[in-house]
Each structure stands twice: as C-alpha cells, then as structure tokens.
C-alpha cells in the first residue's frame, strides 16, 4: 500500500458527496426530527418528577428492558427518559442508515461497474472505497452534531451540553460501526444485495443479543455494538469510554476492509458463489414460479428472522412471570382484563412491533413486481404469453402467501420460546390468534402497495411513508399517548387487542373487504397502463 | 519503441484459467486490434492492463513501468472505454465527462464541445435515460477530449449506430495521426480491418496469432471468380483449392495463398474471360480459426494449418 493506492481519494470524496447532496441531509433531517421531537412530548405529558417516576414501573420490566435497552431508571429525569426508550431504537435506525449509504458507493458502483470506470483513471485502488469510508464518517460526525446541538437547543433542564453531545456521539459512533461492518462486507460479498444481507443481519444480531444479554447478563451486552449505545449512559454518568470503543473498533473495521480490498480482484469476493444449475427447475418455469425463485433467499432470511424475534420476544416471558408475581403493585394495576392472566396482557403491545416488522416482507414481494418493471425485465415476460394479470396476480399471491407465513412463524417462535421458559406456559391458539388479528390489516398494507403499483406506479415508494406513519403512530403511541384518532388512520389502528379484547368480526371483516378491494383495483390499473420504468 | 508490452501473462481465478501466457505488444503510434470470440479473455487482460485485475504470473508493462504497481502514473497517460458503460443514474452526461476528464488531470474544453457535436450527444439529460450508445458515447467523448498516449478501447462501437461508428473511427483515425497508441478490442472486423495496424487473436486465453493484416492473409486464402472460355476441367484436384462453386457470373472458389501462382497458370489455360480476386478478410481468418479447433477432420479438401 504505497501513496498511490489512495490518489485523487480528497476528489473523489466531493464527488460522492455531491452525488448524495440530497440523500444525506434528507437522512440527518429525518433523524434528528425523530430524536427531537420526543423531550418535549415527554416534557408535556409528565410534568413533575413524580409521574415520571411512576412511569419507572412500568418500564422496570424485562420485556421492556429487552426492548429498549437498560436506562437509569433511578433518576428517570426528562433526559434520561429520553435516552432510555429513544437511543437504541435511533441507534438501529442510524445503522440502517450507514448500510444503505455505505453500500451505495462501495459494492453497489463496483457491481455495476462504476469503479472500474474510476479505477482506469489516475485514482488509486483503494481511494474509492476510502472516499466513501470519509463521506460516511462525515455524514456521522454531521448527525452527532446535529442531533448533540439541536438536544441541548431544546432547552430542557436535564439535558445539559455533556450528555447532549454524548447523545449524538453515541448515534454518530453506531454509525461509524455499522460503516466499517458494511465496508467489510463489500469486500467479502460479491454483490450488493448480499452487501445489504449480511450488514443488516450483523445489525439485528447485535439487537437481538443486546436484548437477550441485557435481561440475562448484562455485562455480555458489551459484546454488542448495539449494547455501547445504552452503556454510554446518556444524561445520568456520561460514559465517554462506549464513544472511544466504537471509535476503536471502526478504526479497526475500516483498516480490515481496506486490507481486504487491496489483495482481492475487482468485482470478486471472499464468500465464493458456486456454480448454479445447468437447467431451470420445473418450479421455476412459470410467473409466479420466477417470483418466487427471484426472492427465495430474503423469503427465507426473514422467515427465519421473524421466528428469531419473536422467540426473543418470547424467552423475556418466563422474566416477566417471575417479575409480577413479586409485584403487588403491579397485579393490582394490569389485573382488569378478565380471562388474561397478566402475562398474556403484554402479548398485544408485542403483537403491534411483531406485525409492522412482519409486514416489511409481503410489501417487499409485491413491491418487487415495480423493482422489475423499472429494470426493464417485466418486458421479458409480457412480451412472451404472460398476461399482465397473471403477473400482478402472480406477485400478490406471493406477497399474501408470504405474510402469513411471515405472522404464523413469528408467533410461533413466541409461543414456543415463553412455553418453555414459562412454569405454566401459554396457549397455542391464544398467542396465534393474537398474532393472526394482524392478517386482515397486513392484507390492506399489500393491497395499497398493489394499488399503487397498479394505478400510481411512480408513487410505489408511498407505502413506505404509510408503514413509517403506522410504526410510529403505534409503536411511539403507547409511550407518548398519542390521540386514538391518529393511530386509527393506519389498518393496524383498527385491530382488536387479542387476548385483552376479544375477537371481534366487523373491523376484520371491514379492513378484508378494503384489502380486497384495493387488489381488484390494481388489476384492473395494471392492465390498462403503460409499463414505465 | 512500445507503449505497452505484456509477457507471458497468466491470470488465475482459483481453478479456472482466464489467461494462459498471453505475449503481445503494442508500439508507439500503432492502432493494434485485438480480437476473440466472448469468453476468450480479451476484457480479462484490459483488466489487467488496466492494474485493475491482477496478474497471477508474467510481466505486464505499459510506458515502461508496471500496471499493477505504478497504475495511478500509467492511468494519468491512459484513456479506457469499456464495452459496457454503466454510469450514474442520477448525473447527467456532461458532468460524467468532466469528472472523468478531471480525475485525470486534464482539461480541453473545445475538444470536448467539438466531440459532444460531433457524437451528437445530448450532455444536459440524466445518465439514466440514456440507451447504451449514448452512455458508450460519454465514456468515448471522455476519453478522445483527454490527452491521452494510450487509448485502450473495449469493444466501443457495439451500441452505436454507423453514423456514430463513423465518427468514432475518425476519432481512432485522428488520436493515430497525432502518434498516439490505440488497443481496439473488436467484435465489428470490418472496423479493425480498416484501423488496425496489426492484430492479436486470443482463443481460450491464449494469443493463438499476430501480426499485421498482410502478414496474417498470407496464412489464409484469395477468394476466386472467374469466367472461362472452356470449361475449368480437373480444377478439384490442384492443391489448396476449396469450396469451389457454380454460379451464375461463373466459377467460385477459394484458394490458399501459397498456391495462388499453381492456380492460375492452370486456369489461365482454358480462356479467362473474367477474373475477380477479392483479399481474404479478417472474417475469414477468425472464422478458420475457430472451424480449425473445431473439425479436426476437415470435411473441407486442402489441409488446415
């Protein structure tokens, strides 16, 4: 590695800089919105020091512990309230983040063949992925910043400068982390889906051990990259030392990668692809074969994914037991739904962040009948006996079949993990139809996303916004008490809280008729337009 | 003196040989074709060329210096067109070209408005809505508005209209002009016939031939039509003689180039009336070469080399 490798790596930086000029502030924006509004909603609601404190009970459980990480529950100032349900969830976001941006201008323009282009000019071999390790750090050092000033600019007494700008730098570190994570699978991996895969499935392996360590052993969960974003104890002792470890580790990570990229060839990878078949299956030789073959590997990356959360959801159950039963107070509080033991009264609250996640898949299926048109190879099809029904009706039994082996699975990971965690156990058909509830308005999710690919079809991306807004509006709305009328604009606003509530027959029945009506329009949308990419 | 010299050149990936000992070079001011059937390893050692692939064995060296080690300097003399040109969707052309043209270090605005005109290139629109000829467009345009010494092109032409492929061999034409060095990589052989100084023919990662277009028609034949007055009689049992045919403007055939002196003293004994000899093309050299391969026993009379 001599000089050379990294020459013209300062213009090679402002350039991708500038091919992101949009992407990147969208992103700093997007969260440092999200951060900021939650103090002074949290400000609103409790007021004094002792309803704060009251909400300490309610999080000092295992369940929650798994799902936001450990906070300072002693001292549960404004700030600190903050810190505890806000960074972890922020953090995953922001590794998100570094992901996507980072694989966009590693792999991603090497894939495509971009980098040979800029590697045939005076630049050195290692410069382009360098340029981007330095606008990704750049980007990070950018939302710590924005996100450290715009929390002390709030003005709330318990966030003072220190913790502020710990807050950002424990976001902008994970994203440093996740930087070098997605660099090296780059080098490693020989495509840029694979790039994606692997960064993200270390991301959610980090979430998931955070979670289970967190509520077992606590000192494991600094093994996880996710578990130094709660270990920087923002806005109580301000431990810099999670910020210096992040740093440590992605110098680390980002030399590896460059390590690794200076002794492979251009446009090869470590983990070798094998030789594939000679001839196509009989499965795959229809529409809807060829939609399925082209989404086999994330079908089951997420199958197995949704049954992994929700067993982790599930193995918090046997904490939970042994937690209530030592708490009087408790009992007391949750012990109004009749026939649910207390239990079984977290299920729903679980169910709604089990669901939206178990709705990403279907709406990816679907969605990936548009990710074809754009590309042009719907062409291939159309232009030989395929009718344009059939290949819509093709892709949304996919996405439908899909879901409901996504939302089975993850209940069943449940119900499997707490019955064997659990001294009593639960009810198979209980914790199913807990989860199957969901059905109906995962159906209108696919529904609009087939609407849209039908009749708007350069508006597919909306269905994201919508998802956001439903996550939010549910997942935030239990923590921030957010009007009824606001959660009842997303389909999972409307599902009945199994086994709180009992089933009931006409919101399931309404959202089914609307997904289905939906999905009758955009056959009939798909049939008449132009295919555009 | 040569720009470019490649000895024995072997590149690995894993098992699987893409290169086995491939030995040319390129002299100053010399427009050399390189030609091969896909697959056969003509982008594997650009690549290489380039220091972008690395060599498992054999020496690669370009100005002198070597392509791995010393790339940046040797790039900064260099211009590439690579055969499938992907760009960034969201840029439009006009910025792609000058990037490129920035990253190398030079800068001639009047060639490359001169360019743009004569490609006819629209440079305000988006990457993205371009069809591969006008993406194969910018990367040409980058590459002809630098002041290169090489320029190695890799099948350039394959998306662009004649009208384009016209303007393009002017621009071949007029870099050759001012002395510089010119590695074309071809499908089209009408276009290295008419550009190229000299050819290299790779086959399964190996150079199985090169030399200049004269030199290499001494290994193939003349195409034959002739019209006697009588008719041609034993002509089937003359050396190096081969798909001999009956037309209507007259008798068609092939004929070896050693042979052609044999061949036409025995015909001219019967009238010639008319005679046509057209020169082998590149065509039918590439074409023996792989028949060779192929039928090791020729149903063709006349023997292969």
Same mark, same amino acid.
């Given at each position: ?16 800089l500038?091919l992101?000029? =949009? ?7 997007g ?11 949290f400000?609103n ?23 936001l ?20 969830m922020t953090?995953?976001?922001?590794g998100?983040m570094? =992901? ?13 063949g971009r980098i040979?282009m ?7 071999r290692l ?19 924005v ?7 709030l ?7 220190e ?10 570190g ?12 780059a080098q ?14 270390i991301?959610?392996?980090a979430?998931?051990f ?10 494991l969960?600094w093994?996880?990259?996710l ?9 109580s ?8 470890l992040?740093?440590a ?6 030399v ?12 090869q !990878? ?24 082209l989404?086999?590997?994330?079908f ?5 994914g ?7 959801? !599930? ?8 937690f209530f039963?030592g ?14 033991s207390i ?12 669901s939206?996640?178990?709705?990403i ?20 099809l159309?232009?030989?006996a395929?009718?344009?029904?059939k290949l ?10 899909n879901g ?8 069943l ?12 156990g639960?009810e198979?058909?209980?914790?199913y139809?807990?989860a199957l509830?969901f ?14 690919i039908g009749?708007?079809p350069?508006l597919?991306s ?7 807004y ?17 959660g009842k604009?997303s389909?999972?606003?409307?599902v009945?809280q ?36 | 003196?040569?720009v470019?010299?490649?000895?024995n ?10 290169l ?12 050399f074709?390189?030609?091969?059937p896909n ?10 060329l ?29 211009a ?12 439009t052309?006009g ?7 920035k ?8 060639r ?6 004569k ?9 993205r ?7 194969q467009?910018?990367?040409?345009i ?19 209209d004649?009208?384009?492929e016209?303007?393009? @061999?002017e ?6 002009n ?12 009408s276009?290295v016939?008419?550009?190229c100084?000299r ?5 399964q990662g190996?150079?199985?031939?090169t030399?200049?277009l ?5 290994l ?6 002739v019209?006697t007055k009588?008719?041609i ?6 050396q ?8 209507? @403007?007259?008798?068609?055939? @092939?004929?070896d180039?050693?042979q052609?002196d ?6 001219? @004994?019967?009238g010639i009336?008319?005679l ?12 023996r070469?792989?028949?060779s ?13």
């Open positions: 590695m001599d000089q050379h490798s990294f020459a013209n790596t300062g213009k090679l930086s402002r350039f991708i500038r992101d000029r =949009v992407k990147i502030p969208l992103w700093i924006m969260l440092a919105m999200f951060t900021l509004v939650v103090p002074p909603a400000d609601l409790y007021k004094t020091q002792q309803e704060r404190d009251a909400i300490t009970e309610t999080m000092a459980n295992p369940a929650m512990t798994a799902m990480g450990t906070g300072d529950l002693d001292n549960y100032t404004i700030g600190a309230m903050t810190a505890h349900q806000m960074i972890v953090a995953v976001i922001v998100i570094a =992901v996507l941006l980072v694989t966009r201008h590693t792999r991603a323009d090497e894939e495509d040979e800029i590697r045939s000019l005076p630049s050195g410069s382009y992925l360098n340029a981007s390790l330095i606008v990704s750090s750049g980007t990070f050092i950018g939302l710590a910043l996100i450290g000033f715009g929390l002390y600019g003005g709330i007494e318990s966030m003072d400068l913790g502020s700008l710990l807050y950002g730098a424990a976001l902008g994970t994203g440093f982390v996740f930087t070098g994570v997605t660099a090296i699978f490693l991996s020989e495509s840029s889906r694979g790039t994606i895969g692997w960064s993200v499935a991301l959610l392996l979430y998931l955070r979670a289970i360590t967190d509520i077992s052993n606590e000192a969960s093994i996880s990259p578990g130094w974003v709660s270990k920087a104890e923002v806005y002792s301000n431990n810099w030392g999670s910020i210096l992040m740093l580790v992605s110098i680390l990570l980002f590896v990668a460059n390590y690794l990229n200076n002794i492979r060839d251009l446009e !990878g470590f983990i070798a692809s094998k030789p594939g078949r000679r001839y196509a299956s009989r499965l795959l030789q229809s529409p809807i074969g060829l939609a399925f073959r989404q086999r590997t994330g089951i990356a997420w199958a197995i949704l049954f992994v959360l929700g067993a982790s959801y !599930g193995s918090i159950f046997g904490d939970l037991e042994s039963e708490n009087e107070m408790y009992q007391q509080m949750l012990q109004q739904a009749e026939g649910a239990v079984e009264q977290f299920i729903p609250t679980l169910m709604i962040v089990i939206l996640i178990a709705t898949p279907p709406v990816m299926a679907m969605n990936k009948l548009r990710g074809e048109e754009k590309k042009e190879r719907l062409e291939h159309l232009s030989r395929v009718s344009r029904t819509i009706g093709s892709y949304l039994i996919m996405a439908v079949v409901f082996v996504m939302i089975s699975l993850s209940a990971g449940l119900w499997s993990a707490a019955t064997t965690v659990m001294d009593t639960l198979l058909g209980m914790v139809s807990a509830v059905y109906p308005a995962m159906l209108v999710m696919i529904g609009i996303a087939a609407f849209l009749l708007l350069m597919t909306l269905i994201w916004i919508y998802f956001i439903s996550f939010f509006v549910l997942y935030l709305g239990n923590l921030m008490q957010i009007p009824d009328l606001v604009l389909p999972f606003g409307h009945p199994v086994p709180i509530e009992d089933v009931t027959f006409m919101p399931l029945f309404l959202l089914s008729i609307i997904a289905l009506g939906l999905m009758m329009i955009s056959f009939v949308g798909f049939r008449k337009r132009d295919s555009k990419n | 003196m040569s470019l010299e490649v000895s050149l072997t590149k690995k990936f894993g098992k699987f040989t893409a086995d000992g491939v030995n040319f070079e390129v002299g100053s001011g010399e427009v074709g390189f030609i091969g697959g056969a390893g003509k982008s594997t050692t650009i690549r290489v380039l220091g972008i692939l690395k060599a498992t064995e054999g020496e690669v060296k370009l100005f002198g210096k070597d392509a791995w080690n010393e790339a940046v300097e040797i790039h900064k003399r260099l590439y067109v690579p055969g499938d040109v992907n760009l960034w969707p969201n840029l052309g910025e792609v070209i000058d990037l490129f043209v990253l190398r270090g030079g800068n001639n605005k009047s490359r408005e001169e360019l743009i005109k490609f006819d290139l629209d440079p305000t629109k988006k990457c809505t371009y069809s591969k000829g006008n993406r467009k910018v990367a040409l980058a590459a002809f508005s630098s002041d290169a010494d090489l320029y190695i092109l890799d099948e350039p032409t394959s998306g662009l004649p009208l384009m016209k303007v393009f @061999q621009c071949v034409m007029d870099v050759k001012r002395g510089k060095s010119v590695l074309l990589s071809s499908h089209i052989l276009e016939e008419k550009l100084d050819v290299g023919i790779i086959r190996k150079i199985i031939e030399g200049s004269s030199e290499l028609r001494h193939t034949r003349t195409h034959i039509l019209e009588q008719s009689s034993s002509l089937n049992e003359l190096g003689i081969h798909k001999i045919e009956e037309t209507d @403007q007259g008798l068609t055939f @092939q004929v180039t050693e052609l044999d061949v036409i003293r025995h015909i001219s @004994q019967f009336e008319k046509e000899s057209a020169p082998p093309t590149l065509e039918d050299l590439f074409m070469h792989y028949e391969k192929d039928k090791s026993e020729g149903k063709e009379t006349g023997g292969v080399r």
